[in-house]
């Protein structure tokens, strides 16, 4: 059974490029969530979604980043134009359901880097 | 901040040895989930407790959570090498309906 999916890797790009993440969750869970993980500031929640529609938003944490899922099976986080802060690693990960009654299942992270 | 805080933030043991890792949090929750992550690699699901619930086993895992002093614990037992990892407590509190990830606790298990 294939789990959470995230493409690329590795991204390292110039400030003001425009970058795109994506995800392709574990076919059957109705969650997406995308999370931003940094030394300083830890794992934070950036937003979630159910049935492919976004319920929380509140952790994007400027008009730079957009996410988007046009189907259950792939989303993408676009951020653009990159800042050297932005620099993170940014996880996906998907769930069968939401309010911490499901375990979530993560991928293995999209590792950015702005220079 | 709602995040949870753990204790400590990190530990070094070696083979066999017993491994104990708290998670406080400030307010009630509904539950809490405890989660690993090794080195460049996604975050792994280890247990989930209720808030109803005192204790849960799984394996060489055990997890106490008491909701009266708003907190938890993971202890790992006759721990190994391939236990070596970031450990993280999530919690989702009461009212909200996202996991809110503490600020981990870093084990090194040592041959």
């Known amino acids: 059974d294939a789990g959470v999916i995230q493409s690329p890797r590795h991204e390292v790009t110039e400030m003001g490029q425009e970058v795109t993440l994506r995800c392709k969750p574990i076919s059957g869970h109705d969650y997406l969530f995308w999370y931003r993980q940094t030394m300083m500031r830890g794992l934070e929640l950036l937003i979630y979604?159910?049935?492919?529609?976004?319920?929380?938003d509140s952790g994007m944490p400027e008009d730079r980043f957009s996410a988007k899922m046009p189907n259950a099976s792939f989303s993408t986080l676009k951020i653009q134009p990159s800042e050297p802060r932005d620099s993170a690693v940014y996880f996906c990960a998907s769930s069968p359901g939401t309010g911490g009654n499901q375990p979530q299942h993560f991928g293995d992270g999209t590792r950015l880097s702005i220079l | 901040s709602q995040q949870g805080e753990e204790d400590p933030q990190a530990l070094s043991i070696q083979e066999g040895e017993n491994a104990t890792m708290n998670c406080s949090y400030k307010?009630?929750?509904?539950?809490l989930q405890w989660y690993r992550q090794n080195s460049g690699r996604g975050l792994v699901h280890l247990i989930l407790?209720?808030?109803?619930?005192r204790e849960k086993h799984s394996g060489r895992l055990r997890v106490t959570l008491d909701t009266s002093k708003k907190s938890s614990s993971l202890l790992i037992t006759a721990s190994r090498a391939a236990d070596t990892a970031s450990y993280f407590c999530?919690?989702?509190?009461?009212?909200?309906?996202?996991?809110?990830f503490g600020t981990g606790t870093r084990l090194l298990v040592s041959p």
């Open positions: 979604f159910n049935n492919n529609v976004p319920i929380d």
């Open positions: 407790i209720r808030s109803n619930e």
């Open positions: 999530a919690t989702v509190f009461t009212g909200f309906q996202k996991l809110v």
């Open positions: 307010t009630s929750i509904n539950n």
